[in-house]
């Protein structure tokens, strides 16, 4: 079993920027994917970005240059930097962990006003 806690969400003003944080505990493989998720009501959850145990991302277009994933395999932490917030950014992030099975954290809501 992985263990996913999420924290760093929030009220933030349009153009503004926050830090999402997931650390993973648990019976963890040194190769994995790790990754954000996010989710309106009404909606499916879609992709933001991943990034593999080895550094490679990939985003959701809507996010490019705007939000940055990274990772420190040292404390099985993944990040998720955004800047530039807009309203439509507003949803629940999910943490996203996955190797042999998929693993979700519980959830953090960001909220972006204009």
């Known amino acids: 079993q992985v263990q996913l806690v999420e924290s760093g969400g929030g009220l933030v003003q349009a153009g503004g920027s926050l830090r999402l944080s997931c650390a993973a505990s648990?019976?963890?493989?040194?190769?994995?994917?790790m990754g954000w998720y996010r989710q309106t009501p009404g909606k499916q959850r879609d992709l933001v970005a991943t990034?593999?145990?080895?550094?490679?991302?990939n985003y959701a277009d809507s996010v490019k240059g705007r939000l940055t994933i990274s990772r420190d395999n040292s404390k099985n932490t993944v990040y998720l930097q955004m800047t530039t917030l807009k309203p439509e950014d507003t949803a629940v992030y999910y943490c996203?962990?996955?190797?042999?099975?998929?693993?979700w954290g519980q959830g953090t809501q960001v909220t972006v006003s204009s």
């Open positions: 996203y962990y996955v190797w042999d099975v998929e693993y």
């Open positions: 648990g019976s963890l493989s040194r190769i994995n994917v």
């Open positions: 990034i593999t145990s080895g550094g490679r991302t």
